[in-house]
Nanobody
Framework: VQLQAFGGGLVQAGGSLRLSCVAS????????MGWFRQAPGKEREFVAS????????YYAEPMKGRFTITRDNARNTVYLQMNSLKPEDTAVYYC????????????????????WGQGTLVTVSS
């Protein structure tokens, strides 16, 4: 499956952005999906994940209440709505698909995922 993420940009602290990730190549609804991010000089970290149906979601603690992951299987797209953005949210955001069958949404390690998008840069100014 090929993934393409977009929607990043420059936003002021307190603002919002919605990232999208479009999948192509295989049946999108077969894949658990996740969002990760990587700030300069830091390791890639888990942001949020969603089950194949979209009925289950899981978030990293700093994102709870601010970020929302959803998916539209008819459009082969997963979204990340980011509200109340902070300067520390500045990073390149990546979407990822888990190639092996997943049960539930909580897959938080990059090693759980087999396919990655190219990343989209989010910059939050103070």
């Amino acid at each position: 499956v090929q993934l393409q993420a977009f929607g990043g940009g420059l936003v002021q602290a307190g603002g919002s952005l919605r990232l999208s990730c479009v999948a192509s190549g295989r049946t999108f609804s077969n894949y658990n999906m996740g969002w990760f991010r990587q700030a300069p000089g830091k390791e890639r970290e888990f942001v949020a994940s969603i089950s194949r149906s979209g009925g289950g979601t899981y978030y990293a603690e700093p994102m709870k209440g601010r970020f929302t992951i959803t998916r539209d299987n008819a459009r082969n797209t997963v979204y990340l709505q980011m509200n109340s953005l902070k300067p520390e949210d500045t990073a390149v955001y990546y979407c990822a698909a888990k190639g092996r069958i997943g049960y539930g949404p909580a897959y938080v390690s990059p090693d759980d995922y087999d396919y990655w998008g190219q990343g989209t840069l989010v910059t939050v100014s103070s």
